[in-house]
């Protein structure tokens, strides 16, 4: 979990959802097969999100949020209008949102 988040002009909620790595890169990879036309490539990458439950990552992001205190309309503000408190809650809802068999907080 990050010690500090920088202040960010992306909405909270996509920045939590930025924590998921795996989920991003894949993401990322079926835009480029999009791209390519590649459709083996676009029917295994969905089968990749399929098994993460990629489909309901925004609604996971937004329980989590709403579960540390943040307003449905705190959800869509920019990473840099919280405070510093405020923000170490985003970083723990990216921990929290990120498949993990541990999670170890000092």
Same mark, same amino acid.
């Given at each position: 979990?990050? @010690?500090?988040?920088?202040?960010? =002009?992306? &909405?909270? $909620?996509?920045?939590? $959802?930025? *924590?998921?790595?795996?989920?991003? #890169?894949? @993401?990322?990879?079926?835009? #480029?097969?999009?791209? #390519?036309? =590649? *459709?083996?490539? $676009?029917?295994?990458?969905? *089968?990749?999100?399929?098994?993460? =439950?990629?489909?309901? $990552?925004?609604?996971?992001?937004?329980?989590?949020?709403? +579960?540390? +205190?943040? &307003? @449905?309309?705190?959800?869509?503000?920019?990473?840099?209008?919280?405070? +510093? +408190?405020?923000?170490? #809650?985003?970083?723990?809802? @990216?921990?929290?949102?990120?498949?993990?068999?541990?999670?170890?907080? *000092?």
């Amino acid at each position: 979990m990050n @010690q500090e988040t920088p202040a960010l =002009d992306i &909405s909270a $909620i996509d920045y939590v $959802i930025q *924590g998921d790595r795996e989920y991003c #890169r894949l @993401q990322q990879e079926l835009e #480029r097969a999009n791209e #390519r036309n =590649d *459709g083996n490539a $676009i029917a295994r990458i969905h *089968g990749q999100l399929e098994m993460l =439950d990629a489909w309901t $990552i925004q609604s996971r992001a937004a329980s989590l949020l709403h +579960g540390l +205190g943040f &307003s @449905q309309e705190e959800t869509i503000q920019p990473v840099k209008a919280f405070s +510093g +408190g405020w923000r170490m #809650r985003l970083n723990l809802a @990216q921990a929290l949102l990120c498949p993990s068999d541990l999670l170890l907080l *000092g």
